[in-house]
């Protein structure tokens, strides 16, 4: 990471885009529980978890809602740091939502069992370097999951997904031109993310494919 670097790409998630965002993810609720199912196959009772880029939250407070883990939040979004704060409070539930950038974490070397990131890793600005941070926080022995948008995501597949968040009218049809035009273009094919995961200290990984996404598997 360059000293200038604002750790995304594009437009930050401030304001009232964020707040825009949170809404309608949170109609959604399936997907947060079918990620916490994917971590919680992952890691066992009792480990530190960190979700790097949770957005507004809802997979964080999902695991801590379990009572089964300690749950850190890292987002570079002040507003959503803000939303998830107040989700969390409002869930009742103990979450440690921070402010910091992907690639320069905050944290102590060896801090957590877990890493997960979802819908994110496309919009970091150094995808290695974030990656390098995630080795870098783990336990030896811990891993990390990563869940985004393939590149080569097709339109049916988008419309299937877009069409099963309970979207308006005119937030279905953005969000649809969203993930068929520029997001695609920001993401990873499978062998490129093997490409950025060979330049780190990870090495190696284990990608799995389905219509819409990539779920990239990292063991330190």
């Known amino acids: 990471m360059t000293k200038n670097d604002k750790g995304y790409k594009g437009v930050g998630m401030e304001g009232p885009i964020a707040r825009w965002y949170a809404t309608n993810t949170g109609r959604s609720p399936d997907r ?33 809602r ?7 939040g890292l987002d570079i979004s002040e507003t959503f740091v803000e939303i998830a704060r107040e989700k969390a409070a409002e869930a009742g539930v103990e979450v440690d939502f921070r402010v910091g950038n992907a690639s320069a974490m905050p944290f102590e070397d060896e801090s957590f069992d877990f890493v997960v990131c979802c819908a994110a890793f496309k919009n970091f600005s150094d995808p290695v370097g974030a990656l390098q941070e995630m080795h870098r926080v783990l336990r030896p022995g811990g891993r990390a999951l990563i869940n985004d948008l393939r590149r080569d995501v097709s339109k049916e597949a988008v419309d299937e997904d877009v069409d099963r968040m309970g979207l308006g009218g005119l937030s279905k049809a953005f969000t649809k031109y969203v993930l068929r035009s520029f997001l695609p273009r920001q993401a990873y094919t ?26 990239v598997d990292l063991r330190k």
């Not at 379990?66 to 850190?72: H, I, S």
């Not at 993310?193 to 330049?199: H, I, K, N, P, T």
């Open 190 to 215: 499978k062998s490129e993310f093997e490409g950025l995961v060979a330049q780190t200290r990870f090495r190696t990984c284990d990608v799995r494919l389905s219509p819409l996404s990539l779920d």
């Open 32 to 64: 947060f529980a079918e990620q916490a199912v994917q971590v919680r196959e992952r890691t066992a009772p009792g480990s530190e978890i960190l979700e790097v880029a949770p957005g507004p939250g809802y997979l964080s407070i999902a695991l801590a």
């Open 66 to 72: 379990t009572g089964d883990y300690t749950v850190t």
